[in-house]
Nanobody, 129 residues
């Protein structure tokens, strides 16, 4: 059974940082593409970041334009965990954040993450003073 469990969300002031984690199980972690997307009520899901395999042991990171230079996606294959480090947070980053996985690895970078096969329950990020 595939499971993705996010944690690390919360309330933070503008300019602050949060580190989201996603612990996964039920599939071979190294065989899937992984990413994060976010959603605000009443708006479409937005792909935030993704990791695509490049070669046998490295990955290429894609980001939506609004988070470039502020967010960093990474993976810990030993712990089957996906991480999103978010710095210089802005009020417009407020959303529910979801991690997602897909063994098909659809092309298209971060924008395709909302279409991935598997996703977690989400963790709320609120940026406000």
């Amino acid at each position: 059974q595939v499971q993705l469990v996010e944690s690390g969300g919360g309330l933070v002031q503008p300019g602050g940082s949060l580190r989201l984690s996603c612990i996964t199980s039920g599939f071979t972690f190294s065989d899937v593409c992984l990413g994060w997307f976010r959603q605000v009520p009443g708006k479409e899901r937005e792909g935030v970041a993704s990791l695509s395999r490049r070669g046998s042991s490295s990955y290429y990171a894609y980001y939506t334009a609004s988070v470039v230079g502020r967010f960093t996606i990474s993976r810990d294959d030993a712990m089957n965990t996906l991480i999103l480090q978010m710095n210089s947070l802005k009020p417009e980053d407020t959303a529910m954040y979801y991690c997602a996985a897909d063994p098909r690895c659809p092309s298209g970078g971060a924008s395709r993450v909302p279409t991935y096969n598997y996703r977690g329950q989400g963790t709320q990020v609120t940026v406000s003073s």
